[in-house]
């Protein structure tokens, strides 16, 4: 952080925490708006300092029956898990993507992914899903979902190494 007169280095801080906090709190937003009321499950994909957010946040204003996690690390998820604990009756690690997302009411996908995995029949119907990442959610999902809102239009249609922007115009329903 630079003194905006003098342009001196007032701050150094970790911006990891920041970013992550700051991914969170507009996702905890949209999710307050969207979730169905009676939500119970919630469910990180990525067990990472942007889920590990986005789980205290939305669990600060709702309290879920179950959080429940998958990592490619099983290690990562079981830290996570532990972390978690005083925040649901109940913390489940699973052992695939599938597994995790089938009857969750809520889903944050935030890893590294490059390829979708995440299929519309794994699904529950009215489940609200926050697509941090980006790559996670196949073309089934994108264009079968009932609503799908992006926080800046012009840069998802601009990148077309991503899916959400290659499909870019087919998605926009008048």
């Not at 999710?31 to 300092?49: F, K, N, S, W, Y």
């Not at 794994?122 to 196949?138: E, H, I, M, P, Y």
């Amino acid at each position: 952080v630079f003194d905006d007169r003098s342009a001196r280095v007032i701050a150094v801080m970790p911006s990891e925490e920041i970013s992550a906090a700051r991914t969170a709190a507009v996702s905890a937003i949209a999710v307050e708006r969207t979730r169905l009321p009676d939500a119970q499950r919630l469910t990180a994909i990525g067990c990472g300092p942007i889920n590990e957010w986005h789980i205290r946040l939305l669990g600060h204003k709702h309290r879920y029956q179950a959080i429940v996690l998958f990592d490619v690390d099983p290690d990562r998820a079981e830290a996570l898990a532990e972390r978690m604990r005083t925040l649901a009756p109940e913390v489940i690690v699973c052992q695939s993507a599938e597994e995790a997302v089938r009857g969750s009411d809520v889903i944050v996908a935030a890893t590294t992914v490059r390829t979708p995995y995440l299929e519309l029949d794994w699904l529950r119907r009215g489940a609200t899903v926050v697509n941090v990442s980006l790559d996670d959610l196949t073309s089934e999902v994108l264009l079968q979902c009932d609503r799908l809102f992006v926080d800046d239009w012009a840069l998802i249609v601009a990148d077309q190494h991503r899916l959400l922007g290659r499909l870019g115009l087919s998605l926009i329903h008048i």
